[in-house]
């Protein structure tokens, strides 16, 4: 199921179908897993994007 599943009797059970409900009551929310894995990806990318960027800037140095 998603990040968010009803608990009931100190068990967790899932809903089913997607519903229209916003509420949070009774939900178990892994915020502080879900935290840690888009920091993990963040910097992971940002990481990527940095290297791709001085590898560009190297290359173009070079050409000159």
Known sequence: ???FDLIYR???IGIGSPTS???MLGC???R???LK???RT???RLAKEYQEKNKAVTDST???
């Open 21 to 23: 409900y916003t509420s």
């Open 32 to 34: 502080a897993d879900n």
């Open 10 to 12: 100190n068990k967790e």
């Open 28 to 30: 178990k929310n892994n």
């Open 42 to 44: 963040t910097a992971f």
């Open 37 to 39: 894995k888009l920091a």
């Open 1 to 3: 199921m998603g990040g």
């Open 62 to 64: 070079k050409k000159i």
